[in-house]
């Protein structure tokens, strides 16, 4: 009879530890979703903040170049520097990676290029690239160097971030 008690005995503690192994494993799954959870939060907050310092930098770049000269044959309109918009929701993309991004809306920047074949082009990408008038009669000018807009905020915005936040800049708009 005392065998039999103490095989019951082991009997119900194995049980036991099994629903104890299952219960600790739900727990550690829950802080893990918990912390997945307020790590994104986090980021969020970051990119947040990020995306606010790239977007006025993209225009700090753009006033310099506006303020480095007065045109005498057009009347500006603005409409390029009001196209320059950040984009304030920070999307989670399939790969797990968090983006936010600062967006050059075509609607307010497309203009004829001459150097293109006179399809139509991006006004800022043209500005940051350089562009010309080559062989045909300018409207305004002839040729404008680039400006590196682009390249410069990255190499500003890059070095203020933490080691855990990588800047990547993909052009995804029309033609260049």
């Known amino acids: 009879m005392v065998g039999f008690l103490v095989q019951s005995f082991f009997l119900f503690w194995s049980v036991r530890m099994e629903n104890i192994d299952v219960w600790a ?4 799954e829950s802080l893990k979703r918990e912390l997945e959870d307020e790590a994104k939060k986090y980021y969020k907050k970051e990119l947040n903040k990020l995306g606010q310092d790239l977007h006025k930098s993209f225009l700090s770049k753009w006033d310099e170049y506006l303020h480095s000269y007065t045109p005498k044959q057009y009347v500006r309109t603005g409409r390029t520097r009001q196209g320059i918009k950040l984009d304030k929701k920070v999307a989670l993309k ?7 991004s600062v967006q050059f809306e075509d609607s307010y920047m497309k203009q004829y290029d001459f150097n293109k074949g006179g399809a139509k082009r991006n006004v800022f990408m043209a500005m940051n690239d350089g562009w010309g008038s080559f062989g045909a009669k300018p409207d305004r000018f002839a040729y404008s160097p680039p400006l590196h807009i682009i390249e410069r905020v990255e190499s500003e915005i ?3 971030l933490p080691d855990n936040i990588k800047l990547e800049i993909k052009w995804t708009g029309g033609k260049q």
């Open 25 to 28: 494993n739900q727990v550690v």
């Open 94 to 100: 399939h790969d797990g990676t968090l983006e936010i």
């Open 158 to 160: 890059s070095r203020a």
